[in-house]
């Protein structure tokens, strides 16, 4: 057997020989250069992110007790510092229900922490590290975001410290559902690879902003990845940070959509074929008081038409608590309004 072949080619694999063939092969011809620029830039922005955003991003183990009275571990996620004092950003079902947490830092330390507050209705938490001086990210602007943008996800994957993936923004304006049934509205569906353990850790624009909390994959699905938008932390977060919780408006009622009839829809003059009908009324709650009854049709809120369950919790989480509302409704073919104070929602981890 002839030795000379295999001779050349462990010297190939060692980097021995045909050097000058090599380079030629890798010669970048004038019309690519534009092309591996432009690489260069995006592999120098992902770098330059992930030095500045890394050492922000924290694994968070949680202990929760089983059955009995002792705890065990039964899980951990991702999460963001967003201030040198300790506070770090992560999901709600990270740490759900836990009777201790800890963080640790990409440098190795690992923190104690306690929970701040949370908010299952937009599966966001806030939690603080015992320590300070840490390095921290700074929540950016969602409402900027546009389909095709950079980004790039860090988080811990599995338990691996510190994974990077980058993708770019392949829908706005999603939604999902909580653990509680509410709508989350404004979701981020983006194509960076997430998986579990990813949860709570941050998506982040080129510029290193923190523009969303990666919250959910799709199992089985390949590039589809949600977050939840920063300019939703940022509200949840001053929120938590006020009251320990987040404060809604809260109507005491039960409902339901409800297909409305052409003659109706035409009789007052409504846009669309569907409202919100009220199949219970709690006691001395805020519609009640005001004279809501069951079974009535709302059809508007401050003027605003209302065609389902979701619209009406739109509307409260963003109107003050405690500020009269005008609430339009359909009683027996009559067209009503009624005036009601909503209150404060206490709402059930």
Known sequence: MDKKPLQSVIKLINGEGEEKNIEGRCEVREDDKTDVDLLDAYSRAVITVVDAVGPAVVSVSVNRKSGGSESEQSGSGSGVVIAPDGYILTNDHVVHKANQLSVTLTNGATLPATRVGVDPATDLAVIRADGSGLPYATLGDSGSLRVGQLIIAIGNPFGFQSTVSTGVVSALGRALRSRQGRLIE??????APLNPGNSGGPLVDSRGRIVGINTAIIIMAQGIGFSIPSNTAK????????????????????????????RLVIFHNLKSDFAVEVVSIIPDGPAAKSGVMKGDLIVAINDQETTSVDHIHRFLGEWPVGKSVKMTIIRSQERLEKEVIPADEKTPE
């Open 186 to 191: 404004n979701i981020i569906q983006h194509t």
């Open 235 to 262: 509200w949840v977060v001053s929120q938590l940070l006020t009251y320990g919780r987040v404060r809604r408006g809260f109507l005491g009622i039960n409902a339901q959509q409800r297909p409305l009839g052409r």
